[in-house]
């Protein structure tokens, strides 16, 4: 084991808490393995604030190893107390929790493009200052980091152009392409004359709704030869009001739609290697030509093949 430090902050819960996990737990769980596999002593920060919607009862869930749970407020002196060391924040998110101490050199992973989220969010009511809050934070944060990693080589020139903009010198901050990565699971074998299962998965995003795509597909099933199980819940940090209308509630109640809520990252995964085809569209908007898909690349490292658009 080399001595270099790594504090991963997760802006979510991450697998092995036998829980839900979105993309930004996926991300520092797998920038841990890839650490730990170049022999560095990792350590996985996750903010308590995502536990309270997934465990309402309160109480911590079973802990991976070197994973540890804080309350938000106390982020910065735990990881200013174990300086020296590398912290790596994915987005800016946990930014102003940082206590930037001697010794403390901080990376700064650009995983989704969140000002493209904002921008293409209809939904969001304070569009104008979520934007104005993530662009001020972003630009701080660029400016303190000592490297920044991006997720797809199509993110360089954008990073770039925030270095830039954050009064960084773009050739004298160490940057490193480092795609998504989960590790690899085999596909369940098929049983003879089973039906084709297509898998539609994720969960609901303000910037990124089923379009005619859905329709189209639902309206072609032929259970039991062919179909579709549908798990498309909110995110849970967003519940949705008890008076808006669901808008998959139609799409579910079609014939060979089988709709799943949302469910342990291990239960996931063992729906998606049962399935035979996952199928991640979406509209073309700027936002999903910049998001490496998370759901997209669990379906691969299970073996499903995806039918997905060109331009992301």
């Not at 991963?8 to 979105?22: C, H, K, Q, R």
């Not at 920038?31 to 309402?56: F, K, M, N, Y």
């Not at 101490?101 to 969001?124: I, Q, S, W, Y």
């Amino acid at each position: 084991m080399s001595e270099a430090r790594v504090i991963l902050i997760a802006n979510d819960v991450v697998p092995g808490m036998g829980l839900a996990v979105a993309a930004p737990g996926l991300r520092a769980y797998g920038l841990g393995i890839g650490l730990r596999a170049h022999g560095c002593e990792v350590l996985t920060v996750v903010d308590q604030a995502p536990l309270r919607s997934l465990r309402p009862a309160g109480g911590l869930p079973a802990l991976p190893e070197e994973t540890v749970v804080l309350e938000g407020d106390a982020i910065g002196e735990f990881v200013a107390a174990r300086a020296p060391a590398v912290v790596v924040i994915t987005n800016s998110n946990q930014f102003d929790r940082l206590r930037l101490v001697p010794g403390l050199h901080l990376v700064l992973d650009l995983f989704a493009p969140k000002m493209l989220e904002l921008a293409c969010n209809p939904t969001r009511e304070d569009q104008a200052r979520a934007l104005e809050v993530v662009r001020e934070r972003k630009l701080r944060a660029l400016a303190s980091a000592a490297a920044c990693i991006v997720n797809g080589a199509k993110k360089v020139p954008y990073l770039v152009g925030w270095l830039l903009a954050a009064g960084r010198d773009p050739a004298a901050v160490p940057l490193e392409v480092v795609p998504l990565g989960v590790p690899a699971r085999s596909r369940t074998p098929r049983s003879e004359g089973a039906g084709l299962r297509f898998l539609v998965a994720g969960y609901l995003q303000g910037w990124s709704r089923p379009g005619p795509w859905l329709d189209v597909l639902t309206s072609r099933l032929d259970p039991p030869r062919t179909t579709l199980d549908l798990l498309l819940p909110r995110h849970w940090g967003r519940r949705r009001p008890p008076e808006e209308v669901d808008p998959l509630d139609e799409v579910a109640a079609r014939p060979g739609v089988i709709r799943h809520d949302a469910m342990p990252y291990e239960a996931y995964l063992d729906l998606v290697s049962r399935s035979d085809v996952a199928v991640d569209l979406f509209a073309r908007t700027l936002e999903r030509e910049y998001a490496m898909i998370t759901r997209t690349v669990i379906a691969l490292c299970c073996g499903v093949p995806v039918i997905h658009p060109p331009f992301t």
